[in-house]
């Protein structure tokens, strides 16, 4: 009889903690979104810096950016099966400590290459917690209701992170160098491990990690991002740029019959069968192009084309970032009220609105009112975010949770990584500066336009529409 008490005892405290864990479980979840946003924005204000520091021109700066979401979202999809397979908590701790080390290698690289090789490594540690993250939210929280506030909760982190990002990465430039912007990540991640080791052990699923899709993503996503870095410096009718790119085409062929055909695919086609999984990745994909892309631009602008310092350019995007956590709690409850629907298409069409009026900026312009007409940029991912993560979760079988918030970011990912390196081209292949920025906000202005119209496409609350 003791040992069988010993086991009652040890079932019932696990199941304590399982219950009174969850606010646990959202904060160390909610601390490595904030990490994994915060390094994707807080070095883009220090680009300048890191160019006098290390050398390199305009490619050399985009693959600073690129090298980290690059590999996050090449390797994102594999991370999901992986996090199914041995259990969320296990591989978020794995990818957290993978991240703290790299960010530190960041911080200490000696030369611009050892720096990108650094935020390769660093992308894929993100890419292992990205997905984990998410799933042990839905660990921590099985109520539908709750999930919906702990996800509001959840974005917050990333939120926090982008209205941080580039003031943070501006200050920190500024006073005590960018090589701070790395160093600041450890903090964070010692007291996001320190939670972790409070939160139960997660169950593992049958997942099976697909080989040949795997290389096949990577291939293809480095083939093209390459291509068009290289393009827009040196030419995209240089020989190597057009293999390249013709190796981009086939390996993304070959990714997508391996998955067609494999027995255990990463990217279970299977999923697009559902609209709601279709268009979150088209959505998530615009969102991250406009608004990672416009920062990119702009802080570039403020600091090449009128001058400011790395802390005053941060300084620029505190408008645009301040009311995001706000907006974001605000997306949730209009979802329960009139459905994910309402608030994606009204985020989306008030990012292109704040597009379009960029397109106003000129050498002139007041920086301050540069700023202000920012703002409908981030307003609109702040509106739109929460509502679709809620709305794809909800659409997808509780054993797809990991994969389907898997593809979901690295389709946001992917948005990021290809308007830095297509920004980057414009800019580079324009005659002026301003006339590559014009064109880049035209570019995802008219993105974020056939978003919103892809969306009016959903059932109107959200719901499964066929079995994923």
Same mark, same amino acid.
């Given at each position: +009889?003791?040992?069988?008490?010993?086991?009652?005892?040890? /079932?019932?405290?696990?199941?304590?903690?399982?219950?009174?864990?969850?606010?646990?479980?959202? !904060?160390?979840?909610?601390?490595?979104?904030?990490?994994?946003?915060?390094?994707?924005?807080?070095?883009?204000?220090?680009?300048?810096?890191?160019?006098?520091?290390?050398? !390199?021109? =305009?490619?050399?700066?985009?693959?600073?950016?690129?090298?980290?979401?690059?590999?996050?979202?090449?390797?994102?999809?594999?991370?999901?099966?992986?996090?199914?397979?041995?259990?969320?908590?296990?591989?978020?701790?794995?990818?957290?400590?993978?991240?703290?080390?790299? /960010?530190?290698?960041?911080?200490?690289?000696?030369?611009?290459?050892?720096?990108?090789?650094?935020?390769?490594?660093?992308?894929?540690?993100?890419?292992? +917690?990205?997905?984990?993250?998410?799933?042990?939210?839905?660990?921590?929280?099985?109520?539908?209701?709750?999930?919906?506030?702990?996800?509001?909760?959840?974005?917050?982190?990333?939120?926090?992170?982008?209205?941080?990002?580039?003031?943070?990465?501006?200050?920190?430039?500024?006073?005590? !160098?960018?090589?701070?912007?790395?160093?600041?990540?450890?903090?964070?991640?010692?007291?996001?491990?320190?939670?972790?080791?409070?939160?139960?052990? /997660?169950?593992?699923?049958?997942?099976?990690?697909?080989?040949?899709?795997?290389?096949?993503?990577?291939?293809? =996503?480095?083939?093209?991002?390459?291509?068009?870095?290289?393009?827009?410096?040196?030419?995209?009718?240089?020989?190597?740029?057009?293999?390249?790119?013709?190796?981009?085409?086939?390996?993304?062929?070959?990714?997508?019959?391996?998955?067609?055909?494999?027995?255990?695919?990463?990217?279970?086609?299977?999923?697009?069968?559902?609209?709601?999984?279709?268009?979150? =990745?088209?959505?998530?994909?615009?969102?991250?192009?406009?608004?990672? *892309?416009?920062?990119?631009?702009? /802080?570039?602008?403020?600091?090449?084309?009128?001058?400011?310092?790395?802390?005053?350019?941060?300084?620029?995007?505190?408008?645009?970032?301040?009311?995001?956590?706000?907006?974001?709690?605000?997306?949730?409850?209009?979802?329960?009220?009139?459905?994910?629907?309402?608030? +994606?298409?009204?985020?989306?069409?008030?990012?292109?609105?704040?597009?379009?009026?960029?397109?106003?900026?000129?050498?002139?312009?007041?920086?301050?009112?540069?700023?202000?007409?920012?703002?409908?940029?981030?307003?609109?991912?702040?509106?739109?975010?929460?509502?679709?993560?809620? +709305?794809?979760?909800?659409?997808?079988?509780?054993?797809?949770?990991?994969?389907?918030?898997?593809?979901?970011?690295?389709?946001?990912?992917?948005?990021?990584?290809?308007?830095?390196?297509?920004?980057?081209?414009?800019?580079?292949?324009?005659?002026?500066?301003?006339? *590559?920025?014009?064109?880049? =906000?035209?570019?995802?202005?008219?993105?974020?336009?056939?978003?919103?119209?892809?969306?009016?496409?959903?059932?109107?609350?959200?719901?499964?529409?066929?079995?994923?």
């Amino acid at each position: +009889m003791k040992p069988l008490l010993k086991s009652s005892r040890a /079932s019932g405290a696990t199941t304590k903690a399982a219950r009174g864990g969850s606010p646990v479980v959202l !904060g160390a979840a909610l601390l490595g979104f904030f990490l994994i946003s915060l390094d994707a924005l807080i070095v883009t204000v220090a680009l300048p810096e890191i160019g006098r520091s290390l050398g !390199g021109g =305009m490619s050399g700066l985009q693959w600073v950016v690129d090298g980290y979401t690059l590999v996050f979202a090449a390797l994102m999809l594999s991370a999901g099966a992986l996090s199914d397979r041995i259990g969320a908590r296990q591989a978020y701790g794995g990818g957290l400590v993978l991240f703290a080390l790299t /960010s530190a290698a960041c911080g200490l690289a000696p030369n611009l290459g050892v720096l990108v090789a650094a935020r390769l490594v660093q992308g894929g540690a993100a890419a292992v +917690m990205m997905p984990a993250s998410l799933a042990l939210v839905r660990q921590g929280f099985p109520d539908q209701a709750k999930r919906a506030r702990a996800i509001a909760i959840w974005t917050v982190g990333g939120a926090a992170a982008v209205a941080a990002g580039p003031v943070l990465g501006g200050a920190l430039t500024a006073s005590v !160098g960018w090589r701070w912007i790395f160093f600041v990540n450890l903090p964070a991640g010692l007291l996001a491990l320190a939670l972790l080791a409070r939160v139960p052990a /997660s169950s593992r699923l049958p997942a099976r990690l697909d080989v040949v899709g795997q290389v096949t993503a990577v291939v293809a =996503m480095g083939a093209l991002t390459y291509g068009v870095i290289e393009g827009g410096d040196k030419g995209f009718g240089r020989p190597l740029v057009v293999v390249v790119l013709l190796v981009a085409v086939a390996a993304a062929a070959a990714f997508l019959i391996a998955q067609a055909r494999g027995a255990h695919p990463m990217l279970p086609l299977a999923l697009f069968r559902s609209r709601v999984v279709a268009v979150s =990745m088209v959505v998530g994909f615009m969102l991250n192009a406009a608004y990672y *892309g416009g920062v990119f631009v702009f /802080s570039l602008y403020l600091q090449q084309e009128r001058g400011q310092s790395a802390l005053h350019a941060g300084l620029m995007f505190i408008p645009m970032t301040a009311l995001v956590a706000v907006v974001n709690l605000a997306s949730a409850k209009l979802a329960g009220l009139f459905g994910p629907r309402v608030p +994606m298409v009204a985020g989306q069409l008030v990012g292109t609105a704040g597009l379009v009026a960029l397109l106003t900026v000129g050498a002139h312009t007041n920086v301050w009112a540069v700023a202000a007409l920012m703002v409908p940029v981030g307003l609109g991912g702040a509106l739109t975010v929460p509502a679709l993560t809620a +709305m794809l979760l909800d659409a997808v079988p509780a054993d797809r949770a990991g994969t389907a918030s898997a593809v979901l970011n690295t389709a946001r990912q992917v948005g990021g990584a290809i308007a830095v390196a297509v920004f980057g081209a414009l800019l580079a292949g324009a005659d002026t500066f301003l006339s *590559g920025m014009r064109w880049s =906000m035209l570019l995802a202005a008219a993105g974020l336009i056939l978003t919103a119209g892809t969306t009016l496409t959903l059932p109107r609350g959200g719901r499964r529409d066929t079995e994923a």
